[in-house]
């Protein structure tokens, strides 16, 4: 079974920078595409960013230019870094992974339903 466990989350001023990093562990299996997201206590989860198999990359708006999405194929790790940190973007954080060979929709890959896994979450908390 696999296994997403993040890290890398904590406290930081705004401006501030923090770098997320998921693992897959467990049977090795084919991730077709992994994205990350975030839910701040009342609010919806929300996608963040987003990367296919293909190395196709996907930002929401409020984060374009100040995240970047990577992977290190030789570790089976997933990066958020995350730049110019502001208030707003304090929730919990989660990474997710689509190991079910289907096909999909570039356009929906900020979507939770398009997830079969995920990890446990890391907490991110920015002050003004």
């Known amino acids: 079974q696999v296994q997403l466990v993040e890290s890398g989350g904590g406290s930081v001023q705004a401006g501030g920078s923090l770098n997320l990093s998921c693992v897959t562990s467990?049977?090795?299996?084919?991730?077709?595409?992994m994205g990350w997201f975030r839910q701040a206590p009342g609010k919806e989860r929300e996608g963040v960013a987003a990367?296919?198999?293909?190395?196709?990359?996907t930002y929401a708006d409020s984060v374009k230019g100040r995240f970047t999405i990577s992977q290190d194929s030789a570790k089976n790790t997933y990066y958020l870094q995350m730049n110019s940190l502001k208030p707003e973007d304090t929730a919990a954080y989660y990474c997710a992974a689509q190991l079910t060979s289907r096909p999909w929709v570039r356009a929906r890959l900020l979507r939770s339903e398009e997830y079969n896994t995920w990890g446990q979450g890391t907490q991110v908390t920015v002050s003004s």
């Open positions: 990367v296919d198999m293909f190395r196709y990359i």
């Open positions: 467990g049977y090795t299996s084919t991730v077709y595409y």
